[in-house]
């Protein structure tokens, strides 16, 4: 029995190493990490941002235009990559790539049908709001602008889009639900992982709490591609394709904003069905479409075999 002038052995840690340390003692335990790459990533961010004020005419107060969004886009993705890539060398102890960046036979295959499957989604979502009179059709964009402007207002969404996809997926399918699957097993860490995608949209133009549901559905989604696959590229995929699919072809709000959109049209029914200005995200008829989603991620990967989730769940 040690007496109170002996030193502490290695197999009793103190309060503050058990507090601070996981459990095998060569990093912060998995809460600690995921708030310094979070403050990291936000500090990245706000540097890359703050030159978008000086150019001239790019931030203009009266709306959030297309330029605008693809220079915060890029500012983001740096930003988050950055953070993500020291937290992951120096916080977790692990290569970047193993966040789910692994080039292999599956790369390409898994960004396409991901990128496709919203297409079948979103128009699901607008054939019932069509068929049902849930929203007035105004028209096609090159109705009201050259082929030219509507080809490069297509792909500056895309561009866009990637980087959005992109820098979301990294750091909520990536950093820090693996990090929570790490420190509280898949459940709770979809869950935490979910809520916090969603709790980040709330500055968004016409959030509530029918926006925050939707969205906690949307990344249980999105992590849904990650579950079946231990890659991100499909859930890379499956965000690029909603954002675009949802906004710049089928002319819906993405997340409250309005993009450049092919389709015009404006939500005429009820704002707990269609979502009303935040976009179908927050609405009930979102529900078929994660429906039909779901199903062709599962066909999709019906011959995958990535290592399980549970695999990862030790306490950290």
Avoid: K
């Amino acid at each position: 029995m040690a007496t109170p002038h002996e030193p502490r052995t290695a197999t009793s840690p103190s309060l503050l190493a058990r507090v601070f340390v996981s459990a095998d003692r060569r990093r912060p335990r998995a809460g600690w990490r995921l708030l310094l790459q979070a403050g990291t990533a936000f500090f990245f961010i706000t540097c890359c941002s703050v030159p978008l004020v000086l150019v001239p005419g790019l931030v203009q107060p009266a709306a959030l235009t297309m330029p605008v969004m693809l220079a915060s886009s890029a500012a983001g993705a740096v930003g988050i990559t950055a953070a993500s890539y020291l937290a992951r060398r120096f916080l977790d102890r692990r290569s970047f790539v193993s966040l789910g960046f692994t080039l292999d036979r599956h790369t390409v295959p898994d960004l396409a049908v991901g990128f496709l499957i919203p297409a079948v989604q979103l128009g699901l979502v607008l054939m019932l709001e069509l068929l049902l009179g849930w929203t007035r059709w105004q028209g096609w964009a090159w109705q009201a602008a050259s082929v030219s402007a509507v080809a490069g207002g297509l792909a500056l969404s895309l561009v866009t889009f990637i980087l959005v996809g992109y820098q979301e997926e990294l750091l909520s399918r990536g950093y820090q639900l693996q990090n929570l699957v790490e420190g509280s097993g898949l459940r709770w860490a979809l869950f935490l992982s979910s809520v916090i995608f969603a709790l980040l949209h709330l500055a968004n133009p016409g959030s509530g709490a029918a926006s925050t549901i939707g969205l906690i559905a949307a990344g249980y989604f999105l992590a849904f591609g990650w579950v079946r696959t231990g890659r991100l590229w499909l859930s890379i995929g499956l965000h690029i394709g909603w954002n675009l699919f949802e906004g710049s072809v089928y002319g819906f709000q993405v997340s409250g904003l309005a993009p450049f959109a092919l389709m015009r049209h404006f939500p005429s029914g009820p704002a707990w069905a269609t979502g009303g200005a935040f976009g179908p995200e927050a609405g009930a008829v979102m529900l078929p479409a994660y429906a039909v989603g779901v199903l062709l991620v599962l066909a999709y990967s019906r011959n995958r075999r990535p290592r399980p989730p549970q695999a990862l769940e030790t306490p950290s």
